[in-house]
């Protein structure tokens, strides 16, 4: 079964950076694009980055632009989250989604990051 895993998150302070992985070794990775979201409880999955396929376009919720930055390495069939200047409003938890025309979407099973001082 094809499938996505996110690097363990953690707990960070607040101003601090994490960066979160996304693996998908069973699949052409480069043929998906890559979408994270972030859900917290009671909540709506929220959509924060995204990057096409080959890398050459990324789009970001307009919470986390400027701070967060989504970027993939397709040899290593791995997609970052780099999260900088990170905010107790940024506690969630992290989910990693790949989509591509025509086949099922593969979503992660989340990661949970925490900032907290």
């Known amino acids: 079964q094809r499938q996505v895993v996110e690097s363990v998150g953690g707990e960070v302070q607040p101003g601090g950076p994490l960066r979160l992985s996304c693996v998908g070794p069973e699949f052409p990775f480069s043929y998906y694009d890559i979408t994270w979201y972030r859900q917290v409880p009671g909540k709506e999955r929220e959509l924060i980055a995204h990057i096409t396929s080959t890398g050459g376009s990324t789009h970001y919720a307009d919470s986390v632009k400027a701070r967060f930055t989504i970027s993939r390495d397709n040899a290593k069939n791995t997609a970052y989250l780099q999260m900088n200047n990170l905010k107790p409003e940024d506690t969630a938890v992290y989910y990693c989604?790949?989509?591509?025309?025509?086949?099922?979407?593969?979503w992660g099973r989340g990661t949970r990051v925490t900032v907290s001082s």
């Open positions: 989604k790949a989509d591509s025309a025509d086949v099922p979407v593969i």
